[in-house]
């Protein structure tokens, strides 16, 4: 078989006039051609994923409890607005009890959506800025005891307003400070290890009642005997100077031994 | 081994300089004082005592908290910061009309005779406003035109008096060292007279328009930046007024605690009434309103929120120089329409916020006084319920400075609540289970 004769481009030029046919020998036998194209990957259009369900879960004025979904998206298309919060992956989600509401507030900002829930189907947002906010309590209240130090009665019970002979310049005159009060009442309060927060998140009684421990447990310390106060001075400046003589000799000792190993 | 010597260094440099020691050189300026001139006299020296201090005691270089103690017991207070103090005391103190430096020299020289300019034209502007209200309001237009005319140039003169002083680096001095403010922290050694003594220290040179300025602008730097800060992340705009603009500086405490803007407070600190400190900053009495707000009093049966009020006072007199007003010290029959209910939140609930307004009372003049008896039993105005709002729309009334603080439930509440007499307080909050949807049963094919 003939080998297949395949020009070099240097041919193709007009200078053919060379007689360059003896380099045929030193191309390549065989030659592909390169794809133009990728024949993979992004250029032919990858497949579309499944559907990710984005958009709106919840339409305008619909009626929504907290934590229901109201828009998935990707990124902000929209913002949070009254009632409202937005999570991890941008999902708009109701906070209170409501109708949706799509709305454009551009005093706040003149570009963003928002939306927002309204606890009466009908209400507009955004609200004028100087309008009190609508706010929902949201709980429900019951039955507790009192403190220890409140369900005892102070000895003139304050009747707030109207008392005329208990205030005094504006103020009302309290039965006793607290720590008055503190001292009437201990003997009659039960012990109680007062526990709570302390900084650094401790739960633990405070330091103030940690140190009362053993007057409350009612441990006895013998008393001090105060003998001779003059000997005992003396006793304790003398074995002061001694410390320090000691201390500097030793010292003295120490800054010796380095010079003679520097020497 | 000898003492280190630095920690004796500050005695000797009291007994090398105690010679050389001379006095701050004495504002030579004509001030322009709403005062008569006895007062400006009185202003020249840093403040009036009421009792001379002991002589080795200068307001000027006392620097130990101890002098400092001794001192305030006699009714002067230390100028200044406790290290500018010490500093003066180890310093020369050259006047600066004496400073060996001749270009600054000659840059006062050249302040100097801007000054003297300024003073013409301040001389000139008054003769102006003298001629122009003699001259009868037909000629100007209408007696709408003459008062606008006269209130324009009024306001170049006071913008003239600023002017020919806002260069001037003894009164910059002066400013920076305090203006006779003492800036000592109430620590519990302080008695309750030396307290009393700090409350009502005595600020004599906001008196002229120039220091009033000068703390104005100081005041906006920070403090009032912050307050607005917190007035629109607490939401005070909206929820109790609709607009705010502070002109004055207000700062609040209870006992010897001080309270920043917002702050959480201790339900048995706030037990006592607040004292306030109101600087305003423009010249003249003025009668004011002080209001405390709650405004997230929780209401169960309709789920929201309402507002009661802790404190009211009207008629009370203040000025740039009387700054001090100890709610506590207020008159009952005088000012006093609600006295101080100590603020308390329920266990549970959401925080309160606490809002203290100084009000102007602006009537034809900063002067007009409300009617305290028709106040006291007008229905409008019961504790709770009662709303700024509606306080503030109804009469000539306009909010020139506010605080908050901001109280939640603590130990302390239940005998704060008892010793006041509140009554309900045995309730404790907890969340509402939250509605579900009503679900929607799909038809019965479905399922199959």
Known sequence: MRPLCLRSPRLTLPSHTCPSFQWLPLLPLHHSRPASHASQGRANKAAQGPGKRLGAKKGASELVVPGNIIFRQRGTHWFPGENCDMGRDHTIFAKEKGYVCFYKDPETNPKRKYIGVVFERGMKLPVPRNKPRNRRLGLVGREREMGTLASITPPRVTSGEGNEALEVGGMTEQGGTLRQQDKRTRAKMPELKQMGIRPGYQYRESNRHIGRVAERAQVKVGEFKKRGRFLAWRKVNARRTKRAEKKASRSRRKKGSKNKSKN | MAMPTYTIRPALHCLR????????????????????????????????????????????????????????????????????????????????????????????????????????????????????????????????????????????????KILADVNDPVIKKRFEDGMGESDIPLTPTLMLVELMLILGRDLGDMERPIYRYLADRKWREYKRKLLMQRISQMHIVPDMLPHLDPIAEVSLGFGRRNVQPGEFVDSRVSEIPARLNVRVFDKGERLVSIAVVDQDVPDEERDSFGSRCHFLAVNVPLSPTNTSIPLFKLKKEEHIVHPWLPPYAEKGAPYHRLAVFVIQQDGAWKGASLDIKALRESSRNKRDGWKIRRFVDKKPLKPIGMHLFRSKWDEGTDGVVTRAGVEGMNIEFTRKKPEKLPYKKKDGARYR
């Open chain 2, 17 to 160: 300089n105690a010679a050389r020691r001379r006095p701050i050189p004495p504002c030579s300026s004509p001030s322009f004082t709403t005062s008569t001139q006895r007062n400006v006299e009185a202003l020249e020296t840093t403040s009036t005592p009421p009792a001379p201090p002991p002589p080795n005691l200068d307001p000027n270089t006392v620097f130990t908290p101890r002098d400092e103690r001794r001192l305030l017991r006699t009714g002067v207070h230390p100028i200044g910061s406790r290290r500018r103090r010490a500093s003066i005391l180890s310093s020369d103190n050259v006047p600066f009309e004496q400073m060996p430096y001749q270009c600054f020299q000659e840059a006062r020289a050249v302040l100097a005779e801007d000054r003297s300019r300024k003073l013409l034209e301040i001389a000139e502007m008054r003769k102006r406003i003298a001629f122009w209200q003699n001259v009868p309001a037909s000629d100007l237009g209408g007696e709408y035109a003459k008062r606008g005319k006269l209130v324009r140039m009024q306001r170049y003169l006071e913008q003239l």
